[in-house]
């Protein structure tokens, strides 16, 4: 069993950055992909972001690619989401998943997920 724990985010301007941290339990951590996920209000569940085991491959959405980076720290046991050049529509709030899958892009492959942490951005 894994828990995930998301913190950093908070009310920002447009253009700003912020980061994002999510800290997990457990000693197997590095056997985990990893992913950001958000969800606006009103709307579905959007991939931002995705690390693979050892940290050497990333994927991101196309609305945050070039201005959002994922990292991991597995010494840590942390994933990080390096966010800049915010925009009002990266409002959302953020959660950080986990598999130890072999598919690691989607939502429906996650098996362990925090509980979000919001992020707002100001116009």
């Known amino acids: 069993q894994v828990q995930l724990v998301e913190s950093g985010g908070g009310l920002v301007q447009a253009g700003g950055s912020l980061r994002l941290s999510c800290a997990a339990s457990?000693?197997?951590?590095?056997?985990?992909?990893m992913d950001w996920f958000r969800q606006a209000p009103g709307k579905e569940r959007e991939f931002v972001a995705a690390?693979?085991?050892?940290?050497?491959?990333?994927y991101y959405g196309d609305s945050v690619k070039g201005r959002f980076t994922i990292s991991r720290d597995n010494a840590q046991n942390t994933v990080y989401l390096q966010m800049k050049s915010l925009k009002p529509e990266d409002t959302a709030v953020y959660y950080c998943?986990?598999?130890?899958?072999?598919?690691?892009?989607?939502?429906?492959?996650?098996?362990?997920w925090g509980k979000g942490t919001l992020v707002t951005v100001s116009s």
């Open positions: 690390i693979s085991r050892s940290g050497g491959t990333t």
């Open positions: 998943a986990g598999t130890d899958g072999t598919s690691w892009l989607s939502s429906r492959s996650m098996d362990y």
């Open positions: 457990g000693r197997t951590f590095s056997s985990y992909a």
